[in-house]
């Protein structure tokens, strides 16, 4: 059965969580992040198929919750395009991120998830809210850091926390990072393959304790401009380590 549903409140979002079938595959925010202090804030809650996601339930947050640590907060691949009509209808849209996570409500839409295979990404500072990252994944549902610099990707892989990172555009094999390995996400190798076909019920994104970190490289219409921004990270990695960026 499909449906969506608005809410204004963290309180009446994890009460719509709550009702989502035990077992369920979860993405929260395929815009937006997690809560942040000082911010009105609305989220949407849908199992709509879409792209990537498939058929999985997902929820999107108004951009009041974009941290100013995300470096790509000016460029988002979410502010054009058509969901960024739909985001843009969810609340105001501030020029600039926010100041601090509302850890509480953090911790409260964890434990509304514990029932599902629940996943998101997060571009707060994980070294300020490592403990509260910790303890969401602690409660089943997986905040991944997310990251450009493959430098940060590996301080926060061996701070304990589960990774993403954003890779060259051209990128399509797996990744030696400092020895811990980095593996292509598999909907961006495969026309059709969406997180329902990923990991057999247990997406990747979604293990908390893997041993791996989860590479995203960059795509859609903002590509190139990502990938402007964030190549001075990648050569610095490479030179530091006497390797060539991939043909």
């Known amino acids: 059965m499909r449906f969506s549903t608005h809410v204004a409140s963290v309180e009446d979002f994890c009460l719509a969580l709550l009702q989502i079938p ?52 000016p460029i988002c691949y ?13 609340g105001k849209w501030f020029k600039r991120g926010a100041k601090a996570m509302d850890w509480r409500a953090v911790l409260e839409m964890a434990k509304a998830t514990s029932h599902l295979v629940s996943w998101t990404y997060t571009h ?20 991944n850091v997310s990251t450009e610099d493959p430098a940060e990707a590996v301080k926060a892989f061996r701070a304990g926390l589960p990774v993403t990172l954003v890779a060259p555009p051209t990128q399509r094999r797996p990744l030696d990072l400092d020895g811990i390995p980095g593996y292509i996400c598999p909907a961006l ?24 970190i989860v590479v995203f490289p960059a795509h859609g219409s903002r590509a190139n401009k990502v990938w402007s921004l964030i190549k001075p990270l990648w050569e610095h990695w490479w030179s530091s380590r006497g390797e060539q960026p991939p043909c």
């Open 22 to 73: 035990a077992g369920s595959l979860f993405r929260h925010n395929d815009a937006g992040d997690l809560p942040a202090l000082g911010r009105p804030q609305r989220w949407l809650l849908t199992n709509r198929e879409q792209g990537k996601t498939g058929k999985s339930y997902r929820s999107r947050t108004s951009r009041g919750s974009c941290p100013a640590d995300c470096l790509i907060y």
């Open 189 to 212: 190798l495969q026309e059709g393959f969406t997180c329902d076909d990923c990991g057999n019920g247990s997406p990747l994104c979604a293990r908390a304790d893997r041993h791996f």
């Open 78 to 90: 979410a502010s054009v395009g058509p969901i960024s009509w739909h985001w843009k209808a969810l």
């Open 124 to 143: 707060w500072d994980w070294r300020r809210y490592r403990k509260t990252l910790l303890r969401a994944n602690a409660l089943g549902m997986t905040i």
